[in-house]
């Protein structure tokens, strides 16, 4: 069986969107044809401290995709500060249109999201406790850490999504909107976000441009998977890395003694952050590091998605600030492959460092062929 030569002109994977463009032979002439891609995909790369490492270049890393290399293309360095600017980095490719230049700051996009597990807790009275201390010191987060190009927005689950406040960069908003999350405040929750983004459309990213209307809401999130799955389709058009930061005890099977995750919701939900290119940070609602099944389960996800699973910790503060640290740079790196022509599904890859020094964060997946309807 022979392959249709393919000319690429230009085809790029980008927060997991897919365009195709590429040149075919006339049917008829080859049984089989062929799609080159070019998947790009966020990668952190810190030392064992959690620092930043900046200045490595394509020579830096390995991508494997089912067990074979790829060509990587190209690594440009972003950041959020300037600072962060590597000095005599090798030279990158030209960004793809969306990004912006190499020596500007880049911004940051947080999406907190408050999983309220009252009513299924064991030691309800410490979990409410728990949550106040959360609440508390991600305001305290938001006041310290949140730079002025970082947009935050605020989302609660308890048998429904809420968005408590879309993408914002008022700090105050901010706040307000954590601390009605976590005292399940419904008053502001989705209405005035969305009438914000008509009175002032395009004045910044928004997750309610792209979920459902409010009365479809409800029955469109009646799992934990299905919110986030929402939420990481919602965030698609956004240029960048989104992180999703999750407080939550898990949110496995609850007759699972495993901890794996259940195949008819996971792989939807995996699928939806990857191609939406959001990095999960599931944070211990106990904090305790306590062994259950739930422990796999958020492990699984955060590794599959480019994330970290914080399960012990002193204080809330302590792994918000960790996240805020390794996300003062990342690296968009392009590798190429080759998909079936006209066909659509999803592929799993790892990017590795070459240097056993350098640690590497980045999402395992992507999906390639025409968008889903």
Known sequence: MKRA??????????????ALFAQQEP??????????????VDVLA???????????GIDDFVVVEDGEPREITGVTFYTTRYEDLPAGAPEAAPPPEGFPPPNLPASRYFILVFHDQTVQAIDRAQLISNRLRAAREARMWVESEMGPSDWIAVVRFDYQLTVQLDFSQERLQIRDAIEAATLNQRTSAMRPSVRARREHPGSGPSLTE???????????SLR???????????????????NMLIFTLGFARPDSVDGLPDQRYYPPMREALNSSNVAVYPIDM?????????????????????GIYFATFNRFLDPLRDISRYNTGYYLLSFRSEAPAGERGYR???VKSKDRKVRVKARRGYTYGPPAP
């Open 224 to 242: 934990m998977e299905d919110a986030v799955r929402l939420v990481a389709d919602a965030a698609r058009p956004i240029i960048g890395r989104k």
């Open 46 to 56: 810190t030392d064992r401290k959690g620092r930043v490492i900046t200045g490595l």
């Open 348 to 350: 799993n890859f790892e």
């Open 286 to 306: 106990s904090g305790s590091g306590n062994q259950s099944p739930q422990n796999n389960f958020l492990s699984q996800l955060a590794d599959e998605t480019g």
């Open 5 to 18: 030569l393919v000319l690429l002109l230009l085809v790029t994977v980008l927060g997991g969107g897919l």
């Open 210 to 220: 792209r979920l459902p209307h409010i009365a479809d809401l409800d029955r469109a």
């Open 27 to 40: 049917a008829g002439q080859f049984e089989e044809r062929v799609d080159v891609i070019e998947v790009l």
